[in-house]
C-alpha cells in the first residue's frame, strides 16, 4: 500500500504564497512522475504541474511563471511553491505519483484565495 499526505494549503490574500508538499510513504521502489492536479468548486480536475523523476517538469498555461513544481526522492515528496496567487486559484489541490505501473493519489489540501 501507497499512501500520499498534502500539507501546506489554507486561505491566502491575492498576491500571496504558499508551498504545498506531498508525502509518500508505504511500499514504494521507484517514483516515475509525481504531480499536482487541482479542483475549483463545480469545475473539473485540472492539471497544475508534473515533474518527471530526471526532473523535467511541465506546467498549466495558467501557473506558469507563477508556480514551480520540485521533488526530493530521497523524503518521496514532491512540492509545489505557489506565489502571486489569484482568486482563480482557489481548489482543493491533489497530488498524484506514478509507481510500479499504478497512480496514487492524496485526498487534496483546500487552498483559499481571497480577493
Known amino acids: 500500500q501507497v499512501q500520499l499526505v498534502e500539507s501546506g494549503g489554507g486561505l491566502v490574500q491575492a498576491g500571496g504564497s504558499l508551498r504545498l508538499s506531498c508525502a509518500a510513504s508505504?511500499?514504494?521502489?521507484?517514483?516515475?512522475?509525481m504531480g499536482w492536479y487541482r479542483q475549483a468548486p463545480g469545475k473539473q480536475r485540472e492539471l497544475v504541474a508534473t515533474i518527471t523523476s530526471g526532473g523535467n517538469t511541465m506546467y498549466a498555461d495558467s501557473v506558469k511563471s507563477r508556480f514551480t513544481i520540485s521533488r526530493d526522492n530521497a523524503k518521496n515528496t514532491v512540492y509545489v511553491q505557489m506565489n502571486s496567487l489569484e482568486p482563480e486559484d482557489t481548489a482543493v489541490y491533489y497530488c498524484?505519483?506514478?509507481?510500479?505501473?499504478?497512480?496514487?493519489w492524496g485526498k487534496g489540501t483546500l487552498v483559499t484565495v481571497s480577493s
Open positions: 508505504g511500499s514504494i521502489f521507484s517514483i516515475n512522475d
Open positions: 498524484y505519483m506514478i509507481t510500479g505501473g499504478l497512480v496514487y
